[in-house]
């Protein structure tokens, strides 16, 4: 099954060469000789990337941005827990190595000895370079302690992890999320994924948990187990929790000063689509006239999830003869100016905090299709309560009790949501208020990262025996 798996992703690498997320540097995920210290893909300098063979004791791996944004919080935590640890980040695209870059400058992570590079292909041969180039050659065991492979969330490489066991690497996942459909899906792995088991899994739901228990050890019966001489199977706060600070725009991309000035903002207000996917564009195109027409003293921002959608968006605007401008064609964020009764397409990747902080009403995309929601928490921890669609599944962690406590609304189809925007725009609540009923709401909810980092740390203290070897 291994050797299929592996097969399987060799002979894909001519697709994956032309995929638009995976396109980026793609000698990098071939784990060239420099990796993981590419002196290119070094922002700071702190692991001297002429020194390839300098052994990593901590390995976390970050899907895409939002991911990325998690480990971000987690190294600020490692980085004030265990000075001086040695460690790497790696992602899947190119966004997510842009958030790891800004964590690598980040006085907060300044302790840590930090590289960043993107996630290797998961087929044997180069997982297992990859893996002994990071750690050092042959051992999992560098001086200090053990040697641990962190995945994020969703996150399951059955290459990478098989790599790892191979070396004496042991292997968590934390913040662990999975889906019934994932969960099916991974079945035809699960023979090969039993034996790969990692030493810890920290889920954020009882239903998560079961979940990974099923495909990795099926007669783990519950979460209280925490002796790090067996496999940790247990349940922590969601770390998402962690980056919501309602005092502040999560994450902070932007001083205040450095915002427009109120008067460049139109009298109506900026109404915000957000996050938008394109399975959900066509439902959008819909609406903008709609929102436009009813609300003309108002501007509308639009910010889609993924930058290459831009180009099909000025497409379409084009077609229904709205006018609109780029944020990219203004300068500094303070510089824009959204105009009365236009489209400013947000074409610029790293200022959606900023951009909740200018809005009056928001959207939050990937929910108007079964996709299952973008993070609507982040635009409600600035003080605006934002709509979605009904579908949210990625979210259920956040609870029905936000809709129920009126801070944030759930739209049955596409057709509510020029008439539901409209009306959050003419009935908004002081963002104060909103900001500080949040802050109520989280407080009970809030430690993940800190529960996540002490595992970590407790796990690199030694190799759990039965974790690391003989896989």
């Known amino acids: 099954m291994a050797g299929l798996y592996s097969l399987l992703w060799k002979a894909a690498r001519p697709l994956l060469r032309r995929h638009k997320r995976l396109k980026d540097d793609f000698a990098e995920r071939l784990v060239p000789p420099a990796w993981p210290f590419t002196a290119a893909l070094q922002a700071t300098g702190a692991i001297n990337p002429a020194r390839p063979g300098a052994p990593c004791r901590l390995w976390l791996q970050a899907a895409s941005g939002g991911e990325a944004y998690l480990a971000w919080e987690l190294l600020k ?7 001086g640890l040695q460690a790497l980040c790696t992602t899947c695209t190119r966004q997510g190595l842009e958030v790891l870059h800004r964590a690598q400058s980040d006085p907060a992570c300044a302790a840590l000895r930090l590289a960043v590079n993107y996630l290797p292909l998961d087929e044997k041969a180069v997982a297992s370079r990859a893996v002994q180039q990071a750690f050092g050659q042959g051992s999992g065991r560098p001086a200090g302690g053990g040697s641990l492979l962190v995945l994020l969330e969703t996150e399951i490489w059955p290459g990478l992890l098989s790599a790892c066991a191979r070396a004496g690497v042991a292997g968590a996942i934390v913040n662990a999320r999975m889906t019934e459909g994932s969960c099916k899906a991974y079945r035809w792995l699960r023979p090969w994924l039993r034996r790969l088991a990692p030493a810890a899994i920290l889920a954020t739901a009882a239903g998560d948990l079961q979940r990974f ?5 099926p007669k783990v019966a519950d979460g209280e187990n925490s002796a790090l001489n067996r496999p940790v199977r247990a349940l922590m706060p969601n770390m998402k929790f962690d980056r919501l600070l309602p005092a502040e725009t999560p994450p902070v991309e932007a001083p205040e000063e450095a915002l427009p000035a109120a008067g460049s903002l139109p009298p109506g207000g900026l109404l915000l ?3 938008t996917r394109e399975e959900e564009e066509s439902v959008l195109l819909e609406a ?6 009813r609300a003309p003293s108002s501007a509308l921002a639009l910010a889609p999830r993924h930058l290459h959608r831009i180009q099909a968006w000025r497409g379409a605007l084009d077609r229904l003869g709205i006018t609109y401008s780029l944020r990219s064609g203004y300068g500094s964020l303070s510089e824009v100016a959204p105009a009365p009764g236009r489209v400013l397409l947000w074409d610029v990747f790293g200022e959606l905090g900023s951009l909740y902080r200018l809005a009056s009403a928001v959207f939050v995309g990937g929910s108007l299709a ?3 929601g973008q993070n609507f928490l982040e635009a409600l921890a600035t003080g605006l309560i934002p709509c979605i669609g009904p579908h949210w599944s990625n979210f259920y962690w956040a609870g029905e009790e936000l809709f129920s406590r009126g801070l944030a609304r759930r739209l049955e189809s596409g057709a509510e949501l020029a008439p539901t925007l409209l009306e959050l725009l003419r009935q908004a609540r002081p963002k104060g208020e909103v900001k500080r009923e949040f802050a109520e709401y989280l407080a009970p909810r809030r430690g993940g990262t800190r529960q996540a980092a002490g595992l970590i740390l407790r796990l690199l203290e030694k190799n759990p025996p039965e974790a690391a070897h003989g896989r």
Request: with cysteine; charged share 10%.
């Open 273 to 275: 689509l957000a996050s």
């Open 77 to 83: 935590e490692l980085a004030a827990l265990s000075p």
């Open 213 to 217: 228990c099923q495909i990795f050890d």
């Open 370 to 372: 079964p996709l299952g």
């Open 288 to 293: 903008i006239p709609q929102l436009l027409a």
